[in-house]
């Protein structure tokens, strides 16, 4: 070792501690998470959830796109024959094993999924991991359901950017989409205006014959909409 | 009652069992430990003689440096010369007087030890010591004078011993590690 | 006597054996995941290293034997779970080479853009995790605050902070919007502040110096031997990047330096990796100068169904990572491989180890900037 | 004094300083690990607790010590039981003893030890004896390589800190704390003996197991070094007599280089108290700044430049001492 070694080495030594005294000085960026609550950027994928119109019609028309477009196969779908079509019976996500990874989204032809920014799920047991169509319903009603005096936009507006290309001009796709961005529903949602699960038939399961009569839709053919599952 | 007594008979037990379990421990760094104590209530002897500096220099020679180099050597040597036999599972009562019965664990540093102890007690009680003669808070001068003065060749004698002991040290270590 | 008949068992390989073996992992806090090194140490110094891997293993490559195509793309981002763009960036080539896509030169850019993000992303975490081997403790949140700027871009553009799902075969998933061009540039501006903080507090420092000069020190000829890539070949003196050398994407039309150390040791690979991060901002900065307007997605068949083979590497952060596909003319692949270049570096240790104390151990893991997630795929 | 007989004076005497010293460093290690909290949060832009104790997180040491009670007290079977047992006690004995021959204030001394400073060095060493014996009884690999780099590192450190002691004593002509901070009346220390100050906060650092030298637990390479197989109240041992070493060596250091409890205007005890806790403070800072030696840097940094600049001091505190 020389001495003009151990000089410089004293003096870069310093200079360390010099730095670490001035960032003392500065504020804290600590987030207090629990007490302030974190956000997430616009169009956060946390948890993809199902579309429920404020009348309490889902958009799903149970073509299994994103059955087939899931990966790890998380999502499982009922189905029950109403008028001679298929329409979903039950939706069942395991949000504990979720890539997130969109693809369920992307893959629907009609706008009926979407991602929720959701990501404070955490619980001890993984039943509370199991989303089924309600539960899903309630999420999407707790991010995309309008605020008080507010008009509803129909989803794919509100995350048009991450939604896969082609969906993202921010006009929904599909035919029964379209009609039902078109129409405008504007709803206050009940019980106070805050969480819209309470009396209304939001969480409540809907017979799809109601909902259908309720929104005067057609059901478009599912095999085209098989075929653009596959592609996705 | 001599309470300077009581202490000196409790610190001298405690020093002659240290000693013991040096001599018998099957486990060197109990050894080790053992002799750290042992040298610990010297010093507590020497603090009885207000001999303050000599108890300080004591710990700090012996436990501070000697025994923490006797550590350091078991640490540097292969490890099976540090494990010990296998774990005897009989009865403690037994196995104690089995010790004490055999010559090797017991009788002889038994017999050493009392030994040591009737010549111990025999001195403290001729007053060999000048006990409480010294001024309290001023050996450390006389001390450092004599040694520099009267008893300065034999000072030097010792340091020239501990150097070469220190060579003889790094020699050995040098070879060793070709 | 009672406790001098007791013996104190010290576990030995075998009786007589002057090493003392210990496990160095999974459990250990500097083994960056799940590694198990079984390490034979002579007091405190090493005489070998056992690498032991496995304790991650999910059959990447089997699994992919069994979803379609664009369901691979989210099984790449957790090899490398610190650099998901770059794993997916492989896999995007090797589907589109096997595909015959051509990707718009939008796509291209986003990709540079965000591979290079990715870049220093996954460098930061390197350089904390470093760092923190070594017992400063500081570095490492500094580095975990840039990564936050950086995290912000991430998830603005895409939506998720670290495993994206961002690239498709034949495009990327979404534009960058101006939320997303901001964002960015908060984190460019914070990189150059950060790179001079980092190198006052901890480049110059003569402690990090004496523990990492000639630490695991790799010629150019036991470097390519060993089949290393990446800053673990570039420390070495191989000036070898796959950017500049065999370029993919649009990295011919950009301008940015190899940098190279010399003795290949710990310090060279340090140095390089830090070079390295400067040189991803000057790439940034051109491709957000040179990015045209145009789409984002390219034409793909409906249908995959490929046939044939195809192989593409791309330069990541920690070396190349490459991927070999084969078709059959199903949805599903036929076979897959993936090539990760941790996996390689591993059998580095081994390398390295004798002679070197414990201490050293934790900075040559360190230094190959392993991610068990790609070693055991 | 008060009409109590001298002997009975004195054991009570005694008995409050070991009372005051054990309280004093238990409060001491409360304090000293929400203050380490607190720094190192600031340092690397965070605030540190602040839950248990709103707002600055006061009390969260203080629930620790509540967890801690009331945890596992484990011992593995394979350990060497009464080596395993005994071990934390010592270094926390040590350090309490340390605290035997620190003035507090004029008069205000312990034990006014005529070789205080000796002493001071003579009890450290049976911190490291204890250390020690928490590696080799845990009978774990990682600790006993803890207790290997315990045995090397103390002698190298010892012995330049030794010195340096020395060259303050020679420079205030005696080896009685009380005298010490007397001669630094005017000038405190750490101006005429700079380079005496340095080797020892160095060797102090060591002493307390602090980061750059903070090998014998070195959580990234020993996990967690000697302490590794202890739990609860007898690892809160550890954790005091490590705070207290820190505070100690502190403590020490500004008593013979920054003048001990002098000081205008406050209080004798307040001025110490605050010289103390600012050196606290610098480690800390240190801690949170430096990465950590490897053992062989710190063999040779104390072999081969500690020890020499400290004989090198004490040549030329000799020489200055006996020109004038």
């Known amino acids: 070792m020389k001495v003009a070694d151990i000089g410089k080495a004293a003096v870069n030594i310093a200079k360390g501690l010099g730095v670490t005294f001035g960032e003392q000085l500065k504020k804290p960026i600590t987030n207090f998470y629990p007490d302030t609550p974190a956000t997430v950027k616009d169009g956060y994928r946390g948890v993809p959830v199902l579309v429920q119109l404020p009348t309490g019609e889902f958009t799903c028309t149970a073509c299994m796109a994103c059955v087939r477009a899931c990966p790890i196969g998380i999502i499982q779908l009922d189905t029950v024959m109403v008028d001679r079509k298929r329409a979903m019976d039950e939706f069942r996500l395991e949000v504990g094993r979720c890539l997130q990874c969109n693809l369920c989204v992307e893959s629907c032809n009609f706008d009926a999924l979407v991602m929720a920014p959701e990501f404070e799920l955490a619980s001890y047991t993984r039943e509370p991991l199991v989303l089924y169509k309600n539960d899903l319903a309630k999420l999407y009603a707790k991010y995309f359901w309008p605020k008080e005096g507010e008009e509803h936009h129909f989803p794919a507006r509100v995350t048009s950017k991450h939604h896969a290309p082609g969906a993202g001009t921010g006009t929904p796709r599909g035919p029964r989409a379209a009609k039902i961005a078109q129409t405008g529903v504007t709803l206050t949602p009940g019980g106070g205006g805050g969480e819209p699960a309470g009396k209304t038939p939001v969480g409540a399961s809907v017979p799809a014959e109601s909902a259908r009569e309720a929104t005067g839709t057609t059901r478009p053919q599912d095999t085209g909409a098989q075929k653009a599952g596959e592609g996705a | ?178 | 006597m009672p406790d001098n008949l007791r013996s104190t068992p010290i576990t030995m390989p075998d009786e007589g054996a002057r090493e003392l073996v210990v496990n160095m992992g999974p459990q250990h806090p500097s083994t960056h995941g799940v590694l198990r090194v079984k390490i034979t140490l002579n007091g405190e110094t090493l005489e070998a290293a056992d690498p032991d891997i496995g304790y991650l293993h999910r059959c990447f490559e089997k699994i992919a034997e069994g979803i379609t195509y664009p369901q691979v793309m989210p099984y790449t981002d957790r090899t490398d779970y610190v650099a998901a763009i770059t794993d997916e960036w492989a896999y995007a080539l090797a589907a589109e080479r096997l595909l015959g896509v051509e990707v718009p030169e939008r796509a291209e850019y986003i990709r540079v853009i965000m591979g290079e993000v990715q870049r220093l992303l996954s460098h930061l975490i390197w350089f904390g995790s470093f760092a923190m081997d070594m017992g400063a403790v500081t570095p490492f949140l500094y580095a975990w605050r840039e990564r936050e700027t950086g995290y912000d871009f991430m998830e603005t553009v895409t939506g998720t902070r670290q495993l994206y799902n961002f690239l498709r075969i034949g495009g990327v998933r979404n534009d960058i919007d101006d939320d997303g061009w901001q964002a960015l540039d908060r984190f460019l501006k914070a990189m150059d502040q950060a790179l001079i903080e980092y190198d006052t507090l901890f480049t110059k420092n003569p402690i990090f110096e004496v523990r990492a000069k000639g630490i695991g020190p790799l010629s150019a000829e036991e470097a390519i031997a060993f089949g290393a890539s990446g800053p673990v070949l570039r420390g070495s003196g191989v000036a070898r990047d796959l950017r500049r050398d065999e370029p993919y994407s649009v990295y011919d039309r950009l301008d940015f330096a190899v940098p190279v150390g010399s003795s290949g040791d710990a310090y060279d690979r340090y140095l390089v990796r830090m070079l390295e991060m400067e040189q991803s901002l000057r790439i940034i900065r051109q491709a957000i100068k040179q990015i045209p307007p145009g789409d984002i997605q390219g034409k793909v068949p409906k249908a995959m169904k490929p046939t044939g083979e195809a192989y593409a590497r791309v330069e990541a952060p920690k070396g190349e990572v490459a991927c070999y596909l084969v078709g059959n003319g199903t949805v599903n692949p036929y076979r897959m491989h993936w090539r990760s270049p941790c996996f390689t570096h591993l059998q580095l240790l081994p390398h390295w180890a004798p002679g070197n104390l414990v201490a050293d151990m934790v900075v040559l893991i360190g230094t190959i900037d392993i991610i068990l997630g790609e070693v055991d795929r | 004094m008060f009409g109590i007989p001298e002997p009975w004076w004195s054991v009570i005497r005694a008995v409050v300083w070991a009372l005051f010293i054990i309280i004093f460093l238990a409060v001491n290690a409360i304090v000293a690990v929400w203050l380490e909290r607190k720094v190192s949060g600031r340092i690397q832009r965070r605030i540190g607790p602040q839950r248990v104790g709103r707002p600055i997180g006061w009390a969260q040491t203080i629930a620790d010590v509540f967890k801690l009670l009331v945890k596992e007290d484990v011992r593995a079977e394979a350990t060497d039981k009464w080596v395993f047992l005994l071990a934390p006690a010592i270094p926390f004995a040590a350090i309490t003893l340390m605290f035997l021959v620190v003035p507090w204030g004029k008069n205000l001394i312990p034990l006014n030890l005529n070789i205080g400073l000796l002493f001071v060095v003579a009890v450290t060493s049976f911190e490291v004896l204890g250390l020690f014996m928490a590696g080799w009884g845990s009978n774990n690999k990682w600790a006993l390589l803890g207790a290997m780099r315990t045995a090397a590192a103390m002698i190298s450190y010892e012995l330049p800190m030794v010195l340096a002691i020395l060259a303050v004593g020679m420079t205030a002509g005696s080896l009685n704390m009380n005298d010490v901070v007397n001669a630094q009346s005017r000038v405190p220390f750490i101006l005429i003996q700079p380079v005496a100050f340095l080797i020892y906060y160095i060797a102090s650092l060591a002493e307390a197991n602090r980061t750059p030298f903070d090998f014998t637990e070195a959580e990234s390479e020993l996990v967690a070094g000697a302490n590794i197989e202890y739990s609860g109240l007898r690892w809160a041992f550890f954790f005091l007599a490590e705070y207290g070493s820190l505070v100690g060596t502190s403590a020490i250091a500004a008593t013979l280089f920054l003048g001990g409890w002098r000081g205008p205007i406050l209080p004798g005890p307040v001025w110490f108290l605050i010289k103390t806790y600012l050196l606290v403070y610098v480690a800390m800072w240190i801690r949170w700044t430096l990465p950590r030696v490897r053992i062989d840097q710190l063999l040779d940094f104390g072999w081969k430049f500690l020890l020499p600049l400290a004989l090198a001091d004490i040549a030329v505190t000799g020489i200055v001492l006996a020109l004038l």
């Not at chain 2, 018998?24 to 610990?40: G, P, Q």
């Open chain 2, 1 to 178: 009652m001599n309470w300077q007594l009581v202490t000196f008979y409790i610190l001298g037990l405690v020093i002659l069992y240290a000693a013991y379990r040096v001599v018998t421990s099957a486990v060197i760094t109990h050894a080790a430990l053992w002799l750290a104590v042992a040298l610990v209530g010297v010093a507590g002897i020497y603090l009885q003689l207000q001999a303050e500096f000599l108890a300080i220099i004591q710990v700090l020679i012996y436990v501070g440096a000697i025994v923490t180099i006797i550590i350091f050597a078991i640490m540097l040597s292969p490890l099976r010369e540090i494990k010990t036999e296998e774990k005897d599972r009989r009865g403690g009562a037994t196995r104690m007087g089995r010790a004490v019965a055999s010559v090797e664990w017991g009788l002889a540093p038994v017999a050493a030890g009392l030994l040591f102890a009737l010549g111990m007690t025999w001195a403290y009680s001729r007053q060999a010591w000048p006990v409480g003669s010294v001024p309290p808070g001023l050996i450390t001068e006389p001390l450092g004078k004599s040694l520099m003065t009267t008893y300065l060749l034999p000072f030097e004698v010792a340091s020239v011993l501990l150097l070469v002991a220190m060579v003889g040290a790094i020699v050995l270590a040098i070879r060793g590690q070709k």
